[in-house]
């Protein structure tokens, strides 16, 4: 069932393919939508030392949940920190959603090894149903 929809965005043009394509579904469905927005850390002096622009960040947030309003759809913003791929799975599991929507940068197969893919390890690990907008 495609009733509570987690999309997840980071601004760039596949996450705003997977937003689309989140909408999309909560309209036809008649579903819940939220955007997940992870804030990636790393290890510095403390033990969170986002890298992240806060200002670019929640423009990317707003310019979403803009979008998703004006085809009538009400977003919830989740913004996590920690590893995206990880955080993704956690606040879906968290929220009850039934679907996760994400986006892929059509990463080749060494790209992948050395890089990681959010969208792989998503498909891989978590217990709801996946949907990869290319």
């Not at 977003?75 to 920190?81: K, Y």
């Not at 790209?111 to 949907?131: D, E, K, L, P, W």
């Given at each position: 069932m495609v009733k509570n929809i987690l999309v997840a965005y980071d601004g760039g043009e596949p996450a705003r393919r997977a937003l689309e394509t989140a909408i999309e579904l909560a309209r036809q469905f008649d579903g819940s939508l939220g955007i997940v927005s992870v804030i990636p850390v790393h290890a510095g002096r403390t033990p969170i030392d986002p890298w992240d622009d806060k200002t670019v960040h929640d423009?990317?947030?707003?310019?979403?949940?803009r979008l998703a309003a004006s085809h009538g759809v009400t977003?919830?913003?989740?913004?996590?920190?920690g590893d995206p791929?990880?955080?993704?799975?956690?606040v879906?599991?968290?929220?009850?959603?039934?679907?996760?929507?994400?986006g892929s940068r059509g990463l080749g197969?060494?790209?992948?090894?050395?890089?990681?893919?959010?969208?792989?390890?998503?498909?891989?690990?978590?217990?709801?149903?996946?949907?990869?907008?290319?």
């Open positions: 423009r990317q947030l707003d310019d979403a949940r977003a919830e913003i989740l913004e996590p920190a791929a990880t955080a993704i799975e956690r879906a599991e968290g929220g009850h959603f039934d679907t996760i929507v994400v197969w060494l790209s992948r090894f050395f890089q990681g893919s959010v969208s792989s390890h998503v498909v891989s690990h978590s217990s709801a149903t996946v949907i990869v907008a290319r």
